[in-house]
């Protein structure tokens, strides 16, 4: 078993940044692709980014490219997401996630709890 925690949340104005964490305990993460979705109310969890199991290779979404950098150090079993030119569209509960690297939430085991972002205009 994976538990996962995220941080990092908060309020922050439109062009500001913000940097998420993703803890894990229970079990390394170093084996898993781990991702980062997010979900606005009444919305379905979207995918954002993920990274692979020894960090060589990520991926973000063409919403967020530029913009958003995801990074892991599997020493100490966490993941980052450094969220920067935050939008008001960013809004929304962020997770991650350890799996075996879809795009879709199916293809990932364990997730956080979330944490609230929210990008003021």
């Known amino acids: 078993q994976v538990q996962l925690v995220e941080s990092g949340g908060g309020l922050v104005q439109a062009g500001g940044s913000l940097r998420l964490s993703c803890a894990a305990s229970?079990?390394?993460?170093?084996?898993?692709?781990m991702g980062w979705f997010r979900q606005s109310p009444g919305e379905e969890r979207e995918f954002v980014a993920k990274?692979?199991?020894?960090?060589?290779?990520?991926y973000n979404t063409d919403s967020v490219k530029g913009r958003f950098t995801i990074s892991r150090d599997n020493a100490k079993n966490t993941v980052y997401l450094q969220m920067n030119s935050l939008k008001p569209e960013d809004t929304a509960v962020y997770y991650c996630?350890?799996?075996?690297?879809?795009?879709?939430?199916?293809?990932?085991?364990?997730w956080g709890q979330g944490t609230q972002v929210t990008v003021s205009s």
């Open positions: 996630a350890a799996g075996s690297g879809s795009h879709q939430p199916t293809g990932y085991d364990y």
């Open positions: 229970g079990r390394t993460l170093s084996t898993y692709t």
């Open positions: 990274i692979s199991w020894s960090g060589r290779t990520t």
